[in-house]
């Protein structure tokens, strides 16, 4: 393989890398969970999820050795127009935040076992620290109720870069890599997004994001529908969308998906920001859909519906709403659990405990 020489090198040479996973690894995992002891499909979802990793990591019995969360954070000019309840400098403030472990998920990264990596991917006030990872090539986007929130180019250069970043993390043993987004206004990008990929009117895909309140919500929907009307982004073009109705932490962690995936590793959803740009992923390279774990199901009604038109089914319902990568921190400790029961649960031969007679095998 050629050196990629430019940022569309890197998107198409990580699309071409992705690989199905592997099915012979996936059955050998569902013959692996009829042997425990324990009666067929008593563990339910568990199950699956194993079965799930064994694919994507191309081995019956897995381990999660490394785990990362990713958390990209920037602001949106549509912010302006009254979109959320916290004013744009709670993005760099929570940026903060988080290099000094005082968010939710340091708290719930930590218990998953998980590193987290913080990103400025376009905030309004940049962040000292040798601890960010700076792929901002702006401070945030531009309103996209006047046109186009970055330039393609742009676009282009984040996903790119996001790509870079998981692939470096899976050289160093990452097999499972959460998304986490932070950025005011981001659940605004988010529902113009679903509209444009999935058909859904914005009065479906909008949400109150933040708590707001009545006339936040009619001006939310109104922005959307303005930005729509202005750019016409186009469903078939995906950079272009996240180019017109996107945000830069969006573009970035669409790369992330994309290339966590080139790379053989689990990618972790988190809330409605991240699954629209894992549906930014997807429409770029379908196959990397496979890859990927809803790990919970937001109270923003369009979060649904993008996870539907992914084909994705939620690990957790708990009626979150704050982002950050918090559930995708819970998911990593629930898929942890269920790869360690085939390898450290007995088995009934191992255990000398009788099967049920339709689960005995015949003797021969």
């Known amino acids: 393989m050629t050196t990629p020489t430019s940022d569309v090198d890197v998107i198409r040479d990580a699309i071409a890398a992705i690989r199905e996973p592997d099915p012979v690894a996936r059955e050998a995992a569902r013959a692996l969970q009829s042997r425990l002891t324990k009666p067929a499909g008593s563990l339910g979802r568990l199950e699956d999820l194993h079965a799930f990793a064994a694919g994507v990591?191309?081995?019956?019995?897995?381990?999660?050795?490394?785990?990362?969360?990713?958390?990209?954070?920037?602001?949106?000019?549509?912010?302006?127009?009254?979109?959320?309840?916290?004013?744009?400098?709670?993005?760099?403030?929570?940026?903060?935040?988080?290099?000094?472990?005082?968010?939710?998920?340091?708290?719930?990264?930590?218990?998953?076992?998980?590193?987290?990596?913080?990103?400025?991917?376009?905030?309004?006030?940049?962040?000292?620290?040798?601890?960010?990872?700076?792929?901002?090539?702006?401070?945030?986007?531009?309103?996209?109720?006047?046109?186009?929130?970055?330039?393609?180019?742009?676009?282009?250069?984040?996903?790119?870069?996001?790509?870079?970043?998981?692939?470096?993390?899976?050289?160093?043993?990452?097999?499972?890599?959460?998304?986490?987004?932070?950025?005011?206004?981001?659940?605004?990008?988010?529902?113009?997004?679903?509209?444009?990929?999935?058909?859904?009117?914005?009065?479906?895909?909008a949400g109150r994001g933040t708590g707001i309140d009545d006339p936040a919500f009619a001006a939310k929907i109104a922005a959307i529908e303005r930005a729509l009307a202005v750019n016409e982004p186009d469903a078939l073009d995906p950079i272009g969308v996240a180019a017109k109705v996107g945000g830069c932490e969006i573009a970035f962690l669409a790369g992330v998906a994309v290339g966590a995936a080139a790379s053989g590793a689990i990618v972790v959803l988190d809330g409605y920001p991240t699954t629209a740009a894992a549906r930014i992923a997807a429409a770029l390279a379908p196959a990397c859909v496979e890859y990927m774990l809803a790990s919970h199901l937001s109270a923003e009604p369009g979060h649904r519906i993008a996870l539907d038109h992914l084909g994705l089914r939620p690990v957790l319902?708990?009626?979150?709403?704050?982002?950050?990568?918090?559930?995708?921190?819970?998911?990593?400790?629930?898929?942890?659990?269920?790869?360690?029961?085939?390898?450290?649960?007995?088995?009934?031969?191992?255990?000398g405990v009788s099967r049920s007679g339709r689960e005995r095998q015949p003797e021969v």
């Open 57 to 205: 990591l191309r081995d019956p019995a897995p381990t999660l050795d490394r785990r990362v969360i990713v958390v990209a954070a920037a602001d949106h000019g549509v912010a302006a127009d009254g979109v959320s309840a916290y004013p744009r400098d709670v993005t760099a403030q929570m940026l903060q935040n988080f290099l000094a472990g005082g968010a939710a998920v340091n708290v719930l990264a930590a218990r998953a076992g998980a590193d987290v990596r913080i990103v400025d991917a376009g905030v309004l006030r940049e962040t000292a620290g040798s601890a960010v990872i700076r792929a901002r090539l702006r401070p945030g986007t531009d309103n996209m109720t006047l046109g186009p929130a970055m330039p393609r180019t742009e676009a282009e250069t984040l996903i790119a870069r996001g790509i870079a970043l998981a692939r470096d993390e899976c050289s160093r043993g990452a097999r499972a890599i959460g998304l986490g987004d932070m950025g005011i206004g981001n659940t605004t990008a988010a529902a113009a997004i679903t509209a444009v990929l999935t058909g859904t009117p914005p009065r479906m895909t």
């Open 317 to 351: 319902d708990l009626g979150l709403r704050l982002g950050e990568g918090t559930g995708a921190a819970l998911a990593m400790t629930i898929l942890d659990a269920a790869l360690r029961i085939p390898r450290e649960m007995a088995t009934f031969d191992s255990a």
